[in-house]
């Protein structure tokens, strides 16, 4: 489902757009959620922080997650990006959940990203399909930045392992014989982000990059 292209260093202005191998493919069925919303961590303790970054669950329909796992120690602008990649990815899968009446993914997005993620969620209903699992998003590390105050531009990187979703055909609610490769192996994504003139960041840009690609070799584990 995904379009795999070449990474490429992305920077944007407010303007526009300037370990061991992976597990296989074993789904894994999930207890009926009651609805979405987010599973906020509890306050952190000295000791916790000591022992490494935290993990937020997104429950996004029943039986649908996405997990990141947070670096130790983000500042407010990594926080912010990273809170925007987590609620696209989330707003992604309430989209094509919901059957494309929940467009709230698009609030996060623009220019590029806007049309790649309307065209990524439209494959989908077009198909007939639908997900069901958890998606993981790790490793997530700013890898670049350009310009100054609200003139400000970055490029997110961050690890996706979706190996525990299937693709379901929506009309049966049941996994389509043949599932594609990215219910398989993780995939490296890197997000070009852009301050708007409201101080909210929002991506501009996608690229992707799979195995056996060197860049996302870093995100087997």
Avoid at 6 to 12: N, R
Avoid at 57 to 71: D, I, M
Avoid at 119 to 146: E, H, M, P
Wanted: proline share 6%; charged share 25%.
């Amino acid at each position: 489902m995904r379009v795999v292209i070449a990474l490429v260093l992305a920077l944007v202005a407010s303007a526009g757009c300037a370990p061991s191998e992976a597990q296989p493919f074993t789904p894994v069925d999930l207890p009926a959620d009651t609805g979405a919303s987010v599973t906020a961590s509890p306050p952190r303790s000295a000791t916790q922080e000591a022992q490494g970054p935290r993990t937020e669950t997104v429950r996004v329909a029943p039986g649908v997650r996405v997990v990141v796992e947070w670096p130790a120690a983000p500042d407010a602008d990594a926080t912010a990006m990273i809170e925007v990649l987590r609620d696209y990815f989330a707003g992604a899968f309430r989209a094509v959940t919901s059957e494309g009446r929940d467009t709230g993914y698009l609030d996060v997005v623009e220019h590029d990203a806007a049309g790649d993620a309307t065209a990524w969620v439209r494959t989908f209903l077009d198909q007939r399909r639908s997900v069901r699992g958890t998606a993981r998003l790790y490793a997530l590390n700013v890898s670049a930045t350009s310009g100054s105050g609200d003139d400000r531009g970055a490029q997110l990187d961050v690890c996706v392992d979706e190996s525990r979703m299937r693709l379901l055909d929506a009309s049966t609610g049941k996994p389509v014989a043949r599932q594609p490769d990215w219910t398989r192996r993780p995939f490296l994504q890197a997000a070009a982000m852009g301050r708007g003139d409201d101080g909210s960041w929002r991506i501009r840009l996608f690229r992707h990059a799979k195995l056996p690609d060197e860049r996302a070799k870093g995100c087997l584990r």
